[in-house]
């Protein structure tokens, strides 16, 4: 079983930047991509980076790309997004996702974190 723990939500003004968090723990052996999506209330579940941990291709939505950016730290059992140029369409939960293969499909993930909420005002 894998675990994973968001952090770094917070409201932020138009512009601004922020740094997500998500800690993996547990059986993490398996695990080969992460993921970060989004979802409004009443919306689907969207797509927003991945990273491929054995080969380091990394995907963007096309919403997102050139201002947000995926890493991992697998010292510390850490996936960031690091988000940048903020816009008020980025409010959203976010959440982390772990599986051994990357889709932008969120159903094809086996593992998710509670998410961290982001609010762009």
């Known amino acids: 079983h894998v675990q994973l723990v968001e952090s770094g939500g917070a409201s932020v003004q138009a512009g601004g930047s922020l740094r997500l968090s998500c800690q993996t723990s547990?059986?993490?052996?398996?695990?080969?991509?992460m993921a970060w999506f989004r979802q409004v209330p009443g919306k689907e579940r969207e797509h927003v980076a991945a990273?491929?941990?054995?080969?380091?291709?990394?995907y963007y939505a096309d919403s997102v790309k050139g201002r947000f950016t995926i890493s991992t730290d697998n010292a510390k059992n850490t996936v960031y997004l690091q988000m940048n140029s903020l816009k008020p369409e980025d409010t959203a939960m976010y959440y982390c996702a772990a599986d051994p293969y990357c889709s932008p499909d969120p159903s094809d993930f086996g593992y998710w974190g509670q998410g961290t909420q982001v609010t762009v005002s």
């Open positions: 547990g059986y993490t052996y398996s695990i080969h991509c």
């Open positions: 990273v491929g941990e054995t080969d380091g291709i990394t």
